[in-house]
């Protein structure tokens, strides 16, 4: 069955450090996005792709970084310029003409 | 205002009593989608509605593509189904995902 996989469900890393969260999708779909969600709080636009080589800042950017190099997959790297990284960050395709598909998630908590 | 409005913001209700989830939007939408997240847990998709209306299992989810409105409804509802339901709709116009803040859940036994 065709889906997103997020790795891993949960991640733990020293202050400071640099982390890439994997997403890869085998839906052949274009866009690819990446969420950010704080506790009690609603989910917030980090970085989309909607082709492979090129991406865009969403509302939260600072402190991140994406590559696109394939067209299935979107990592995502928390650098350590992010000031409060831990989070829940979710990750999601779509075709352009219609709706998402969502990964489960990485919960990471940088200590 | 938000463009996607969630109601109620918390509902605490008895196992065995019917749930309704309402979303409301104010753009438009190619999709909508409800999600469900447990405490400390990952997202789960429930539904994706374009137009109509969808069953899985104890879960209903209706739209109202003139009224702008989304329905979510849990029938003899269990204390696993305690959790966040997230209504989030695909603009038409930017393809952008909005999401509304959530409604939690609480079925007690």
């Known amino acids: 069955d065709g889906g997103i996989t997020q790795s891993p469900k949960y991640l733990f890393r020293k202050e400071g450090q640099n982390v890439t969260l994997s997403c890869e999708q085998n839906?052949?779909?274009?866009?690819m996005y990446w969420y950010r969600q704080d506790p009690g709080q609603g989910l917030r636009l980090i970085y989309y792709?909607?082709?492979?080589?090129?991406?865009q800042k969403g509302d939260i950017a600072e402190g991140y970084s994406v590559s696109r190099e394939k067209k299935e997959s979107f990592p995502l790297t928390v650098t350590s310029a992010q000031k409060n990284p831990t989070a829940f960050y979710l990750c999601a395709s779509s075709a352009h003409w219609y709706g998402y598909t969502f990964g489960s998630g990485t919960r990471l908590t940088v200590v | 205002k938000n463009e996607v409005e969630q109601s109620p913001q918390n509902l605490t209700a008895q196992e065995g009593e019917f749930i309704t989830i309402n979303c409301s939007y104010s753009v438009g939408i190619s999709a909508l989608h409800w999600l469900q997240q447990h405490p400390g847990g990952g997202i789960v998709s429930l539904f994706m509605?374009?137009?109509?209306?969808k069953k899985h299992g104890r879960l209903i989810a209706t739209i109202n593509i003139q009224e702008k409105h989304s329905s979510l409804h849990i029938t003899a509802s269990h204390p696993r189904d305690s959790a966040v339901y997230i209504c989030?709709?695909?603009?038409?116009?930017?393809?952008?995902?909005?999401w509304g803040a959530g409604t939690k859940l609480i079925i007690k036994p």
């Open positions: 509605l374009s137009s109509g209306k």
């Open positions: 839906l052949n779909h274009d866009a």
């Open positions: 989030a709709v695909r603009s038409d116009s930017n393809y952008q995902l909005i």
């Open positions: 792709s909607q082709i492979v080589n090129d991406f």
